[in-house]
């Protein structure tokens, strides 16, 4: 394969990749089809096996994709911040427990979206190593927003709490049909976390 080919099927594999992590953190694992996850990548089904030997392991390398985006995102928020990583947290917790993160769970935090599914996978446990490393590289940046004068271990353990809390309010707030309630849930979390 030439080297303009080779780089074209791997534009290809990270659209797949990139269309199947929004796909399926909308639908879950088993609602999502191949057919659909290849429309949204814009290739044709048949190409799917050219990539991927099963739907199963793109779901752990969109589930990583999604994750790695996440993570990133916030770290990068982190490097670049100048008032100190309290803003950032601020900024963070402020937008993931709002209503628009809440009514975007494609395109939102894999770890809400993607929970029932790692809590379901029953036969290789791939996709729960990935959504469990993922949980971890999330923790781990949101250790970095929690003040530095705290020993290690309790800023470990406040950002555990922080990010149980986070998806634990989205997952609720989601699975309500009350929308009332639903912002009373993300408005507890949030004042909650922010410590107003």
């Known amino acids: 394969m030439g080297r303009s080919s ?3 099927a791997d534009l290809n594999r990270d659209s797949v990749v990139a269309g199947a992590s929004r796909v ?6 088993e609602k999502s089809g191949i057919a659909e996850i290849m429309r949204e990548a814009g290739l044709t089904h048949g190409a799917f096996y050219s990539h991927f030997e099963s739907k199963d392991m793109l779901a752990v390398e969109a589930c990583e994709y999604a994750f790695k985006v996440a993570t ?8 670049a911040a ?5 803003e950032v947290r601020t900024k963070v917790l402020e937008r993931y427990l709002s209503a628009a993160h809440r009514d975007q769970p494609r395109t939102g935090c894999p770890g809400a979206a993607l929970a ?3 809590i379901r996978e029953t036969q290789t446990d791939h996709f729960r190593t990935a959504y469990t490393a993922g949980i971890n590289g999330m923790t781990d940046a949101v250790e970095r927003m929690m003040p530095p004068t705290l020993s290690k271990k309790a800023r470990r353990q406040r950002a555990l ?8 309010a989205v997952t609720l707030a989601r ?3 009350d929308h009332e309630f639903s912002d009373e849930i993300l408005d507890a979390a ?4 922010l410590g107003h």
Not at 24 to 29: D, T, V
């Open 6 to 8: 080779r780089q074209k």
């Open 161 to 168: 709490l922080t990010v149980a809390t986070m998806l634990g």
């Open 190 to 193: 949030r004042q909650g976390l």
């Open 24 to 29: 399926i953190r909308e639908r879950g694992i």
């Open 82 to 86: 100048e008032q100190g990583n309290g």
């Open 175 to 177: 699975a309500t049909r």
């Open 116 to 118: 029932s599914d790692s």
């Open 72 to 79: 990133e995102h916030w770290n990068t928020l982190l490097d």
